[in-house]
């Protein structure tokens, strides 16, 4: 069975980048043991984004820490040249952005011959139309809710538009993406942007800035999911 689908929709993912990486171990068990079936790992490189995270040593230190499916997002430019330390560090899937691949098939292809599933990031000032050549190839699509670079940034609420045609144009096209969502999720949104058309939704600060990381995990799944029936209803 294809990985992605190993786990119930809809998905929360924490992102590492909020996490407290004094503590990193135990807020990633405790992301987990509250039911995160992913760790979502965002990677910035300072030029493509106006700031630097981490590498593939970091993703690999996370997979030494736990089994779960591990979501690489790189927000760098020319990601093909670290696609294969990426896909070596233990990466499940790797998402890439369409503003950064010249080559954007080249680059989903590469993803795969290195045993990763696919994905493919747009920006929220980039047209949708910009992914139409590749939404047939790719596991899942990546709809940034936030200009990338920074955690702790406000969801833009014309995101529910896109989010919405971008569901229309999978079913349109009979496809099986997935549509992931990043930036300003929290249980304040988590059952509308499901109710949009989200499978996956990614949470940074949300959980880690919590008081209680389980809990919280917990919480914004219940509030996606209760978005996500009414949407099939």
Known sequence: M??????????IAPSILAADFRHLEQDIRQAVDGGAPWIHCDIMDGHFVPNISFGPA????????????????????????????????????????????????RTLQQIREHGCLTGVAVNPGTALSSLRAVLHEVDMVLLMTV????????????????????????????????????????????????DAGADVLVAGSSVFKSSNIPAEVKALRNDAASGYRSMYV
Request: net charge negative.
């Open 2 to 11: 294809n990985e992605l689908y190993k786990s119930p929709l809809p998905i």
């Open 58 to 105: 970091m993703v690999e230190t996370v997979r030494s820490i736990t089994d779960v499916f591990l979501d690489v997002h790189l927000m760098i430019s020319d990601p093909d040249r670290y696609i294969a330390d990426f896909a070596r560090a233990g990466a499940n899937l790797i998402t890439v952005h369409i503003e950064t691949c010249d080559h954007i098939h």
């Open 147 to 194: 200009n990338p670079g920074f955690g702790g940034q406000t969801f833009i609420e014309y995101s529910y538009e896109r989010l919405r045609a971008l569901r229309m144009v999978r079913e349109e096209i009979q496809s099986s993406f997935y549509i992931q969502v990043d930036g300003g999720i929290s249980r304040s949104n988590a059952r509308n942007i499901a």
